[in-house]
């Protein structure tokens, strides 16, 4: 799964965002033409090389003269659903709108509707959320994590007038949300950067995952201070693989000499004594006779149990044995509700984070047997009443 890991050691704000997103490689004219595909043509945009305390940055510097800055949430939804962008970046951009609007609704007391936008119904303000939208969507991001976000401190001057640090929106919007204050007397963390972080990081910040970084970037801030960069620190990557492992002993041999008709109950007491699995192999043994081939999948633990099994209950006078890891998806036992109520069922989470569902063949046969079914209709229909997502519970 790939995903970005924001690091905020010294804020953030929608100018270093879109920073950050070009310096880890976003294609720049996604950005630079924002201003013509929003319709916000008295906008310009310039991207610069800056070195900030020694460190060099990405900087994107958005210039909007004789700019009408005062909207509501309905005339910005407009200017986005005109724009020339995908329909997922609209959607994420609208969402960010939403939560700030929210946010400011909490603030003065008044309904969503009511807001009235000043700093970010500004153009610059949207160019920087819908630019962040329209980078999420064109890195195939599909989640997002933070550091410790650095809120600053002192007082802001806004257009109500002076509020500590953070301003009352941003700290509504951080709820929930990793910060710390300091480490300077001045505002690190904007409104817009805020509700661009929450809205790709969720409602709670979860523990980054491993991942293995892909590309780095650092977006400049406007401010320069004297003991840190002021910079956004983005990393893009792609999580570890999920998969689990253990080790299990296998353990096999061929057998050409015993009525086939006991392998099914060889089988099943190789199961009742702990074997994780059994399977039978059709093999051409020396001098050209056919066999069969019994390997079996044990816990490390149950060997000496599945070795009496296959001496006393089969013809073979020898079993090969060899230790391997296994390498598996976690899974778990669940109780979905489907139309012939609760069953059983296996869920399986993919590695790219995606949960598959296949209900127990046992569940099925029941079924089938006390309903007259056939099994495969059974099982098609429990399957596609899974899709559906009705789970009950875990088991």
Known sequence: MKIAYFDCFAGISGDMILGAFLDAGLDETLILELPQRLELPQVALARERVVKSGLSATRVRVECPHEHHHRHLPQIEAIIDRADIAAPAKAMSKTIFRQLAEAEARVHGVPVEKVHFHEVGAADAIIDIVGAAVAWHAMGLKAAFTGPISVGGGMVTMSHGRYPVPAPATAYLLESLPVRRGPVEAELTTPTGAAVLRAFVGEAAAEAPVFRAEATGYGAGSRDFDDFPNVLRLQIGRTEPILRSDIVHVLECNIDDMNPEFYPYIMQSLLDAGALDVYLTPVIMKKGRPG????????????????????????????????AERRKLPRETIEAETRFGNVRCKQITL???????V????????????????????YDYIRADLETGKVDAGA
Do not use: M, N
Not at 295 to 322: C, H, M, N
């Open 292 to 323: 069969t081939q019994i390997a079996v999948l044990t816990p490390p633990e149950k060997d000496t149990a599945v070795l009496d099994i296959l001496f006393s209950q089969t013809s073979t006078i020898g079993v090969r044995r060899y230790v």
């Open 351 to 357: 590695p790219d984070g995606r949960i598959r569902r």
């Open 359 to 378: 209900p127990e063949y046992e569940s099925c046969r029941e079924i089938a047997e006390e309903q007259g079914l056939p099994l495969k209709e059974v």
